[in-house]
Structure formats: C-alpha cells, structure tokens
C-alpha cells in the first residue's frame, strides 16, 4: 500500500477524453491497493479565458476579486473529475482549497501556502475514498479564496503530498520527464532517471519549463519525492507505485538516493535574457551603486554582471542581464539617470541567450568551468558574462549560437544517448 | 436610505457590457444614498455549459459534484460584478454561499435555504460597501456547496432581503413587470403597477415565468417587498429607492398594500401539459385509487381530474392531466396496470392548454366562473377540465384556442389597456 498524489496539469484534464484518461491512472493505483489523492489544474484554455475576463471587466482589477473569477477553473475539473471517477466504480469526492483547508497567506494572486492538514482526507482515504483536490488555490486569513500565481497546481500537490505524508508525489504532465537537455534541439538528449532537487531547481530557475521551481522548493524542503511522468502513457501498462519495475519518467529526490552522480546532469538555455551594456562610465568608487541601486528600487532583477576596465584606466564598461521583459523599464530607467552616472553610450539586446550546465558533481569535480570554456571557445563562440554556483555555471552568449552551443556541451559531459 | 437586494439574472449579466450596465443601477442607488446588497446569476449560457459537462462526465453523476461544478458560474459573475462596481468608486466584495453562509439543507440539486445570517454583511453595508452574493447556491450541512435548482436566483434574492431587513427586493429581469396576460398574444396586455403574493403565486405556477413561485413563497412567508424591473432601464433616467416617485415596474407585495383590488388581475396560459383519458373503466369504488396510487408511487404530479359516468351506468371515463413531459412514463404505468385497471382505451395527447383566471377580488364576487364558462362557449371553445381554488379558475381547452381563449377572458374582465 503507498499513500501517493498525483497530479494533473491543464493539458491531461484538457477535455472530457483526457479527464477519463487521467481518471485511468487513478484507477491503476487503486486497483493496486495503493491510496491517491489527486490534484488537478483547470482545464487548459480556462485560466487564460477567465484572466481575460478579469482584464476585460477592469485592467486594474482588485487581487481577491482575480482569485474568485480564476479559481472556479480548478473547481469545475475537481468536480468532473470527481464523477468520472464515481463512473469507474472509484469513491471519490472533490476538494476546494476552503474546505479542506489550504491554508495560505493573504498575498492574493501569489499567495504562499503555509498548512495543509490531512487529518480528514486521511480518515476518508482509509476507507477507500478518494479525494480530488483543486490545484491552484487555498483560503486566505481573510476567508477569502487565494491563488498561487501560474503554475501554482505542481505546489499544490507538493504541499498537499507533505500534509498527508506520501510516500511520492507524482506530477502527470505532457513529457515523459526531465531531459538533460531541450530535445527539441538535441536530437540526443536523454531522460534522467533520477536528478537530484538541487539540480532540479537550478534547471526549473534556467529554462527547464518541466516544473514550477517553487514546488521543487516545497519539496526540497519538506523531502517530497516527485515523480515527473507523462499523463499520455497507457495507464494499463505501465505499473503502480509500490511494485518492482520502476515507475516510468524522472524521480525527483534527495542526492542521497542518487547513486551514480554525474559531473554534469543537464544543460539549459533561458532566451528570455537581454543584455545592457553603459560604455565609458567613470571608474570611481559608488558607481555601481549609482547604477543598480535605482535599478533595485524600480524592481527590476539584475542577473549577471560584468565589469571591465578600459584601455586609458579612467573608465570602465559595465554589461548586466535583466529579464528580458524589463528592458525597456531599464533603458528608460538609466537614460534618465544618464547626467548622474556619467556614461557614454547606452546599449541593450534580446539576442542573447544564457547556457547553463547543471550538475551535483561539480562539487567535487574540478575543471568544469575550463573545459566548458575551452569547448566554446573552439567553436569561436564569444562569453560575454559568467555566473557560478556550487552546481552550476550559466554563461551569455549570442542567442545565434543557441544550439551549436548546447549541443556541443552535451557531448562534452557525456550526456549524448548512444 | 433605503437597504435593498437587487437581483440581476443571466440575460443582465451576460457578457462585461451587460454587468457593466447593471452595475451602472447599482450606482445610481449608491449615489442616491441607498445601501444596497447585489444578488447576480451566472452568466446567460454558462450554467447550460457547465451541466452539459456533468452530464458528459457521467449521464448519472452525483448530486454533490453537479454542484460543485455548476456554481462555478454565479462564482465568476459575483467576482466580474465585484471589479466592476470597484471600477466606478463603489467599494465592494464578491460572498459565495459558503462564505456568508447561506445555510440549506442537504438536497444537492435541489436545496432549499435554511437561514441567511445578515449580521457580518449589514456591517459591511453599514460602513458603505456593497456586498455581491452568488445566486443559486449555499452550503450544505456538509460543509459543501448546494445549489437550489434552476431558477434559484430568485430565492437567494429574497433570502438574503429576509436576512438583511431589507425594505424592497428588486428583480432585475429582461422584461418590464409582470403583464396581465402575455404580450405576445396580446397587443393590449398592461403592466400592473402591484399585484399580490397570492396573485403572483397562482401566476408563477400557472405559466407566468417572471418569477420562480419558490421564490414567492419566501417573499410572502417572510413578508419581502419585490419590484419586478428591466435592467434594460438607462440606469440614470429611473429613479432610486426611497424617492417619491414609484419605481418601474411591478411591486409584489401583501394585498393589504392594493387599493383598489381587481376582481381579475391576469389570464395566464400554460402549454406544458398533458391530457390523458382512461376510456370506459369499471365504475366502481377504489378505482380512482387504482389509478392514481400507481402514478403516484412513480412520483408523477396528476393536476386535473374529471370523471365522467358513461350511458350504461356501469363504467365511466376518468380524464386528467399531467406535465407534458411525463406523458410517455404515465402512459407506460397505465399500459402495464391495464389488466388491473380493466379499461378500454387509453388516450394521450399533448394538444392542449390550461388557461387560467386569477383575482384576489374572486373571493369576494362571485359569478366569475359562470362568466368565463359562458364567454368561451360563445366562441365554440369546449372545456374538457376545470380546477379552481379560492383566487383562481383553471380550464383545460383545445389548444388551438390558446390565443382566442386568452383574448377573450383578457377582455372579458376588463385587462384591456384602452
């Protein structure tokens, strides 16, 4: 017997035909003897459709009010759900965020869920039942209904899978789980078996859409193993959690149960960078202070950051990143800021892309950070910034040389599939 | 300052221009210093959306999950609503059934509300917020959301009137009050200006369709004022509660509140029925029970009976009528008791209609039935049933004579606008 949720996205619960299919998997396990609580997204399209509304009624619309209009998308597949399952001779009842409840913060639209108690859906999961519970949503210290923010449903579940005390979280989605790389441009990409969450976490932060990287957090934190499967498998065929054969997709977990640890487990890109480059600033003590701290104030992340000397000594170039959603808030940020910094010339792009490779051996590998240098430098593709973690090293590059570059360090670290 | 429920069904909420509209009346009151609490529907067309899901889901689906699924719909209109008046200035928050709560009792589907604690919103009221409450729903005993079955807007509406001491509920609908007859078949049909719960009662059930009869029930047991008014009305040319001049429309409310009280107030007509003639049963005693202890058990409602003794003296024939829709299973029963029953022929059709008289002044003149028996057979028109109660006269007629039966009765007693 294994305690499980398992979690459907927009696109698995996208119509009738796809609800019965999730339902199917829900159906393996039960018949296995195993005991799932199962969370479900809004039915894709809804959540944009109900958005629209909120836009169309006002472009400045009340946070708790959004929340009203935009959980009920959750609500209305919980009780599909619910029924279909009931059809399949399975007990199940649906589950909004009140009732249970999610207990979150008052942050509506972004709330941060703080308690899930399961003491009630346990008592109900054993004696058979099978609780659907909205993804996306919770109650708020106001009694009133909160969201998550996009991509809430995968924390959700975590939390919920934390508040029970399951044994893994299973997260149905439309890949069949976590490559180690986009195989979309690396024909040889392979699927993990197993990746580590810190890994898993810095793939979320750079590009990987595969997960919500606060849901990675939540499970980090509170050790909830995760299981990123495809919704689109046959569910007669594939085995139920608790037997021999593996579960199919990538476990997400704990470094300890990872036993072959790889130097390097992925490589990401994340286009949505742009680059800001001032030419000739002063380089005098405080002027990366007069630069980033307006910028900070404005909300504005800067990611990366470079700063190289001139040829006369007296000036300096200074490149940074920032989403690429934020350029023209920068730009007109520092242009108004021009006469107080002292800068030459004010340069930005979008044709950047930022590489990452991705790995918890890097720990104890030294090197990485060469060879990776090294290879791109051998295909003449220029770095124009750098930034480092334990398990990590991101470079920007121009966005021309995307693929090139990916592919040339999965083959680099091994990761092809032969 | 008056408190008030307005009530805006489907039509008037139908997409952002239409709540933007209704929104609009609701200023008009906030500005003229009137406290209102708003009542709305889900938006025309969602909640026929929402039930064919269910029943794509599952033909036989549980009650609970219906509703969790179908009172998604006034969820996001109260949210919309909500924006909106928050748009034009107004101060206001969206309340679910759960929320307030609107207690009911646990028939899912069909719940009837119990209690609508008004405290928590008149203080809300009270510091100039206006509340807007999902129609159609509460909450169950459960601790899960009911709804009260089509229609059940109206009831919320009064409801929450009861709850809150409010002086009038108004029903925002698409037509402009209630008719002595309809306007359809009628040129001359007017709009009463007041009619009485018992009246309206009588008309609701009889094939008016203005309002629900359970909500008038509940207004005229809890003794709620209702202005049946068009939210097409431009918001700003209608005057607000509490000023001298009268509201648009039609105020339901107790006789004691009508000066000058008609005799006849309307003619209503109802096509929905279904006549059904057993053809020379035994005469007997406990045939009648024979018949309709059956129809009974098979919880179909048998309205009309007529029993007619035959030439012989030894059988007659028993004629009533039941809802058009259940003409197949009623006739089914009577097929399958056939050798119990001992009848001849058994005869179906839907070919007719009940035409009606209602009047609180009845009670006090006597003679309307002789007048009304006596103009249809100058028009050749044969009446094959009649019902009365203490305010009304019912016919059942050949429905080919709808509108000339309409006609005539709507002159007759004096409706005609001249």
């Given at each position: 017997?294994?305690?499980?949720?398992?979690?459907?996205?927009?696109?698995?619960?996208?119509?009738?035909?796809?609800?019965?299919?999730?339902?199917?998997?829900?159906?393996?396990?039960?018949?296995?003897?195993?005991?799932?609580?199962?969370?479900?997204?809004?039915?894709?399209?809804?959540?944009?459709?109900?958005?629209?509304?909120?836009?169309?009624?006002?472009?400045l619309?009340?946070?708790?009010?959004?929340?009203?209009?935009?959980?009920?998308?959750?609500?209305?597949?919980?009780?599909?759900?619910?029924?279909?399952l009931?059809?399949?001779?399975?007990?199940?009842?649906?589950?909004?965020?009140?009732?249970?409840?999610?207990?979150?913060?008052?942050?509506?639209?972004?709330?941060?869920?703080?308690?899930?108690?399961?003491?009630?859906?346990?008592?109900?999961?054993?004696?058979?039942?099978?609780?659907?519970?909205?993804?996306?949503?919770?109650?708020?210290?106001?009694?009133?209904?909160?969201?998550?923010?996009?991509?809430?449903s995968?924390?959700?579940?975590?939390?919920?899978?934390?508040?029970?005390?399951?044994?893994?979280?299973?997260?149905?989605?439309?890949?069949?789980?976590?490559?180690?790389?986009?195989?979309?441009?690396?024909?040889?990409?392979?699927?993990?078996?197993?990746?580590?969450?810190?890994?898993?976490?810095?793939?979320?932060?750079?590009?990987?859409?595969v997960?919500?990287?606060?849901?990675?957090?939540l499970?980090?934190?509170?050790?909830?193993?995760?299981?990123?499967?495809?919704?689109?498998?046959?569910?007669?065929?594939?085995?139920?959690?608790?037997?021999?054969?593996?579960?199919?997709?990538?476990?997400?977990?704990?470094?300890?149960?990872?036993?072959?640890?790889?130097?390097?487990?992925?490589?990401t890109?994340?286009?949505?960078?742009?680059?800001?480059?001032?030419?000739?600033?002063?380089?005098?003590?405080?002027?990366?202070?007069?630069?980033?701290?307006?910028?900070?104030?404005?909300?504005?992340?800067?990611?990366?950051?470079?700063?190289?000397?001139?040829?006369?000594?007296?000036?300096?170039?200074?490149?940074?990143?920032?989403?690429?959603?934020?350029?023209?808030?920068?730009?007109?940020?520092?242009?108004?800021?021009?006469?107080?910094?002292?800068?030459?010339?004010?340069?930005?792009?979008?044709?950047?892309?930022?590489v990452?490779?991705?790995?918890?051996?890097m720990?104890?590998?030294?090197?990485v950070?060469?060879?990776?240098?090294?290879?791109?430098?051998?295909?003449?593709?220029?770095?124009?910034?750098?930034s480092?973690?334990?398990?990590?090293?991101?470079?920007?590059?121009?966005?021309?040389?995307?693929?090139l570059?990916?592919?040339?360090?999965?083959?680099?670290?091994?990761?092809?599939?032969?």
């Amino acid at each position: 017997m294994t305690l499980l949720v398992m979690k459907f996205g927009g696109t698995s619960v996208a119509d009738l035909e796809r609800i019965r299919h999730a339902a199917a998997h829900v159906k393996r396990e039960v018949a296995a003897g195993n005991r799932p609580a199962v969370v479900v997204s809004a039915m894709a399209g809804e959540t944009n459709r109900l958005v629209a509304l909120t836009r169309e009624a006002s472009p400045l619309h009340d946070a708790r009010e959004y929340d009203t209009v935009v959980s009920s998308g959750e609500q209305v597949t919980t009780g599909l759900m619910a029924i279909v399952l009931q059809s399949m001779g399975i007990q199940a009842r649906s589950w909004q965020g009140w009732q249970i409840p999610i207990v979150t913060d008052d942050a509506h639209g972004a709330a941060r869920i703080k308690e899930v108690p399961g003491n009630e859906l346990l008592r109900r999961m054993e004696r058979g039942e099978v609780p659907v519970v909205a993804g996306f949503q919770g109650l708020g210290p106001d009694n009133r209904v909160t969201t998550l923010g996009r991509g809430g449903s995968d924390t959700s579940a975590v939390a919920l899978a934390a508040g029970l005390g399951a044994e893994r979280c299973d997260i149905y989605t439309d890949v069949d789980g976590v490559y180690t790389t986009d195989p979309r441009i690396v024909a040889r990409a392979r699927r993990l078996e197993r990746i580590s969450y810190e890994e898993m976490l810095e793939m979320a932060s750079l590009g990987a859409k595969v997960l919500q990287t606060r849901s990675v957090e939540l499970a980090m934190v509170k050790g909830v193993r995760l299981q990123v499967r495809s919704s689109f498998d046959d569910p007669e065929s594939v085995p139920p959690a608790g037997s021999d054969a593996p579960a199919p997709g990538t476990l997400v977990c704990d470094e300890d149960e990872i036993v072959e640890k790889q130097i390097v487990s992925g490589i990401t890109y994340a286009k949505d960078e742009a680059r800001i480059t001032l030419v000739e600033v002063a380089d005098k003590p405080g002027v990366a202070a007069a630069v980033f701290g307006p910028l900070a104030e404005a909300g504005i992340n800067v990611d990366m950051i470079v700063q190289s000397v001139s040829d006369d000594g007296r000036h300096t170039d200074i490149t940074f990143t920032v989403a690429a959603a934020d350029l023209d808030k920068t730009m007109s940020a520092l242009e108004e800021l021009r006469a107080q910094i002292g800068f030459k010339e004010l340069r930005g792009t979008t044709d950047v892309v930022k590489v990452s490779v991705i790995g918890i051996g890097m720990r104890s590998h030294a090197g990485v950070a060469a060879s990776m240098f090294k290879a791109l430098a051998e295909k003449s593709i220029n770095i124009q910034a750098i930034s480092t973690s334990e398990i990590k090293i991101s470079v920007l590059i121009d966005a021309a040389y995307t693929e090139l570059a990916v592919r040339t360090l999965h083959s680099l670290y091994g990761l092809d599939d032969l």
